[in-house]
């Protein structure tokens, strides 16, 4: 099998290649958590935010290793697509590969430490050392398996000014690149009018330090980390149906950090992606995933792409909740 990890080979850094053949063993990570991201029984459209413990901030699990390989491969092979940072984010870039440098080695010992200006991860077996990337969103990319985000402030409100973005769910790093938050949100039916003032106001009053949480969800009949392409348009595909549904269609979820860096005063938005087939849930999940299907309106269930795949989720969650 290809090494994801090859483009470290080809860097000119012996010792990384001498730590990656020497760390090569089983690592034991806990297990990756599947957040569940309602917490009414109706659908809202909602900021619902919590409050993260910090010391559980970025923490490895389980997933890490299969989605970090296929964030290298992606690195690798499009790099243009998943990777953006503009000019006024070089400050906020630096400052949070700072912050991380203390965080993951601090509180998670067992995985990080600190090598001269860079950082050895355990959960990869890979040294990454700054001087072998184009910039510290880069380096970071191939750290988390979480998509990165910076947003910087400027007289037209918040924009997305950085980027490491290897799972979209149905949007495109460098079509959103310079925009402010209305626009990038501009075909989520109802943002204007229900979230624009609030996430705005987040952003201006969040606390340095403080970090908040919150989840996006959908439904995908793709295993696919990486995509691009809009829910909306694609055909149904009609091999999907009760009897294989549980199988075939996986719920995908999206747990997304906010916290405020102190010193260049940017916004860091992280997004971590767990999918689960439907038939992984548990009763009174599937229930639960049932009730929020049909109440959907009309407009976000369209956005979503579930005329593609809603009827048949709700025949199986139906038949075995
Ligand atoms: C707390 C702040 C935020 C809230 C409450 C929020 C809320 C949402 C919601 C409800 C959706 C629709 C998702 C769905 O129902 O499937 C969405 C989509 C999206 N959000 Fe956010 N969001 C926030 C911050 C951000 C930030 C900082 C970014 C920066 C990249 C972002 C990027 C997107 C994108 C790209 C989409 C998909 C838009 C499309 O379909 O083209 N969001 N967001």
Not at 56 to 62: E, G, H, S, T
Not at 84 to 97: G, Q, S, V
Not at 157 to 181: D, I, Y
Not at 294 to 320: N, V
Request: net charge neutral.
């Amino acid at each position: 099998m290809e090494d994801p990890f090859a483009f470290l080979v080809a860097s000119r850094c012996c010792d990384t290649l001498r730590f990656m053949q020497e760390q090569r063993r089983p690592i034991m990570l806990p297990p990756e958590p599947f957040p569940w991201p309602f917490d009414g029984d109706v659908y809202r459209m909602a900021m619902g935010l919590r409050s993260q413990d910090p010391t559980q901030w970025l923490a490895p699990d389980a997933g890490w290793p299969a989605q970090l390989a296929e964030r290298a491969r992606l690195l690798r092979d499009r790099k243009w697509d998943v990777l953006a940072l503009m000019p006024e984010a070089k400050a906020a870039a630096a400052e949070l590969l700072a912050l991380l440098r203390l965080h993951l080695p601090t509180r998670f010992p067992d995985w990080f430490a600190l090598t001269g200006d860079g950082l050895r991860s355990q959960v990869t077996g890979t040294v990454l050392d700054p001087s072998s990337f184009d910039h510290p969103l880069h380096m970071l990319a191939h750290l988390l398996p979480d998509d990165l985000c910076l947003l910087t402030a400027s007289a037209g409100g918040w924009r997305l000014t950085g980027g490491a973005v290897c799972f979209p769910s149905h949007w495109f790093l460098p079509h959103k690149l310079g925009k402010p938050l209305p626009g990038i949100h501009r075909p989520v039916p109802g943002y204007d009018a229900t979230l624009a003032t609030p996430v705005d106001r987040l952003f201006d009053t969040l606390a340095p330090g403080r970090t908040v949480w919150r989840a996006n969800w959908t439904l995908s009949d793709d295993p696919v980390l990486f995509q691009p392409g809009t829910a909306a348009h694609k055909p149904a595909d009609e091999t999907i149906q009760a009897g294989n549904a549980g199988d075939r269609l996986l719920m995908r979820v999206e747990r997304q950090t906010v916290r405020k860096l102190p010193e260049s005063g940017a916004v860091l938005f992280t997004i971590r992606t767990h999918q689960r087939p439907l038939s992984a849930l548990d009763p009174d999940q599937r229930r639960h995933f049932a009730a929020i299907l049909r109440s959907l309106p009309d407009e976000i269930a369209a956005y979503k792409g579930l005329h593609r795949t809603g009827p048949a989720a709700l025949s199986f969650l139906d038949r075995l909740s």
